[in-house]
């Protein structure tokens, strides 16, 4: 009987819900606002369950995470903009859709999103803040962010 007593109260000290990802343990500072992205199906993390939290992210994930995480509409079929991103890749219809709505603009002399680029921090932030419906315009930038090219 005393060998099922340390299970027991082992799933009784567990956090309530499932683990969205072991590579994420709930010591992390990162877990609780993980955990709470994938639960709201806005982060699903890599095929083999991981998360990979030190793993660059690139222009099209960060594109999907954001109009998610905005609960906008995304129609399956937009106007193409950009020469890069193949009508049947997963990240088109969020590309396309971010694109005819003025949240990206890709590199307008190239005409190309470079979906597979990393994000940077400028980049996202203007994004996060267009898709949430923040007009950018009313911020008048006197400062270059370091992680973005001359």
């Known amino acids: 009987m005393k060998k099922y007593l340390l299970p027991f109260w082992l799933i009784l000290l567990m956090p309530f819900g499932v683990r969205a990802f072991p590579d994420i343990p709930p010591t992390s500072p990162f877990y609780v606002g993980i955990t709470y992205l994938a639960e709201q199906n806005i982060i699903k993390g890599y095929a083999d369950g991981s998360f990979k939290k ?30 890069d991103v193949p009508k049947d890749a997963w990240f088109a219809k969020y590309v396309n859709y971010a694109a005819n709505a003025g949240i990206i603009s890709g590199n307008i002399k190239t005409e190309k999103f470079s979906p597979a680029k990393e994000v940077n921090r400028a980049e996202f932030i203007k994004i996060m803040l267009s898709s949430f419906g923040v007009d950018i315009s009313e911020f008048p930038l006197d400062k270059k962010s370091v992680d973005v090219p001359d």
């Open 54 to 83: 030190d793993e660059p992210i690139n222009r099209a994930a960060a594109l999907k995470i954001v109009l998610i995480a905005a609960e906008l509409e995304i129609p399956k079929n937009s106007e193409q903009k950009f020469s």
